[in-house]
């Protein structure tokens, strides 16, 4: 059981890797659309959903690997402490406000632009519910 839990492990750790490329590459990404020229912002506004279809997947990874680990390493979400539920919750909250980036961005492709304005800022509170699950998950796990 202790190889597959290190292997689940460094998966968790890889989909943690990907989730927080996207907003990193995002941020960059938007600097250079800004300073783009207009035919370059239509090919550069193509590379966010792709880099956005690599978050999905590590929020996934991290997702099944996290709840494999719960059991198989620690006995059940009872074996954590109070940490770990608001850790969950910042988690449930990244899930929640990562399915609606992805509603957002289909109102966009169809030229909704209040929908395309809001996505930056929905970006950023995605962002922010990932540092707190990490920051809560070290202080779980420490």
């Known amino acids: 059981m202790y190889e597959l839990n290190q292997v689940l492990l460094i998966l968790h750790l890889l989909g943690l890797a990907m989730g927080f490329a996207v907003p990193l590459s995002n941020f960059a990404l938007q600097g250079l659309i800004l300073k783009a020229a207009p035919q370059e912002r239509e090919v550069l506004a193509r590379v966010s959903p792709a880099i956005s279809r690599i978050g999905d997947l590590g929020l996934v990874l991290l997702w099944v690997t996290g709840l494999v ?3 198989t390493k620690w006995g059940g979400f009872g074996a954590l402490p109070w940490q770990f ?3 969950m919750a910042a988690v449930v909250l990244l899930t929640g406000l990562v399915g609606y980036i992805h509603t957002l961005m289909r109102r966009a ?7 395309a304005a809001r996505i930056p800022v929905v970006g950023r509170l995605a962002s922010l519910a990932a540092v707190a699950a990490v920051v809560l998950a070290v202080l779980t796990f420490d």
């Open 109 to 115: 492709r169809t030229g909704d632009t209040a929908a």
């Open 69 to 71: 680990l719960v059991f």
């Open 85 to 87: 539920q608001a850790k």
